[in-house]
Antibody, heavy 117, light 108 residues
Framework: DVQVLESGGGLVPRGGSLRLSCEAS????????VHWVRQAPGKGLVWVSR????????TFTDSVRGRFTTWRDNAKNTAYLQMKDLRAEDTGLYYC??????????WGQGALVTVSS | SSELTQDPAVSVALGQTVRITCQGD??????ACWYQQKPGEAPLLVIY???NRPAGIPDRFSGSRSGNTASLTITGAQAEDDGDYYC???????????FGGGTKLTVL
């Protein structure tokens, strides 16, 4: 069975930093793209970023570019999202979604990030 | 524009057909994919590409595109289809992805 597990969420003050991890099993992680998607409480989905299979190609949505970075360690089947200069609007459940460049079919259950103001 | 617009809510009688739409300029050039999300759960991919269903998705789900509008059609809606549906596609530049605002589907 495929499993995708996010970790590292928590409460962080405005302007602070946090790093999320996404560990996958049951799929060929090194061949797949990793996306991060967030969802504020009671709100819709927002695509945040993606990285290609070897980590050489990353893209971010405008609102986080320059503050967030993402990379992966294929030997550990793990991807990371480093978030800096966090804002209240960054609060939400962060999903790791694994798949392809333009769609993703394996999602974790999410890691909750709360930015206190 | 770099937005995808969905109707906030749609309802359908059990067993009937419903179409959920997604509008945006980028859809003239790019296909949309569709995700279903139920309360407290992670989203589930139901349609990708021109009209492809991942393994395990019932064939009552189908996708289409015309002009600037992508559509998800459920033919013979079932009670378990109740939930939120999100379209996703590239933005006008083709470099980023974006989601529509979501449509809450109620099966009556």
């Amino acid at each position: 069975d495929v499993q995708v597990l996010e970790s590292g969420g928590g409460l962080v003050p405005r302007g602070g930093s946090l790093r999320l991890s996404c560990e996958a099993s049951g799929l060929i992680f090194k061949s797949l793209w990793v996306h991060w998607v967030r969802q504020a409480p009671g709100k819709g989905l927002v695509w945040v970023s993606r990285t290609n299979s070897d980590g050489s190609d990353t893209t971010f949505t405008d609102s986080v570019r320059g503050r967030f970075t993402t990379w992966r360690d294929n030997a550990k089947n793990t991807a990371y999202l480093q978030m800096k200069d966090l804002r209240a609007e960054d609060t939400g459940l962060y999903y790791c979604a694994i798949g392809y460049k333009y769609y993703f079919d394996n999602w974790g259950q999410g890691a909750l990030v709360t930015v206190s103001s | 524009s770099s937005e995808l617009t969905q109707d906030p809510a749609v309802s359908v009688a059990l067993g009937q057909t419903v179409r959920i739409t997604c509008q945006g300029d980028s859809l003239r050039n790019y296909y949309a994919c569709w995700y279903q999300q139920k309360p407290g759960e992670a989203p589930l991919l139901v349609i990708y590409g021109e009209n492809n269903r991942p393994a395990g998705i019932p064939d009552r789900f189908s996708g289409s595109r015309s002009g600037n509008t992508a559509s998800l059609t459920i033919t013979g809606a079932q009670a378990e289809d109740d939930g939120d549906y999100y379209c996703n596609s590239r933005d006008s530049s083709g470099n980023q992805l974006l989601f529509g605002g979501g449509t809450k589907l109620t099966v009556l």
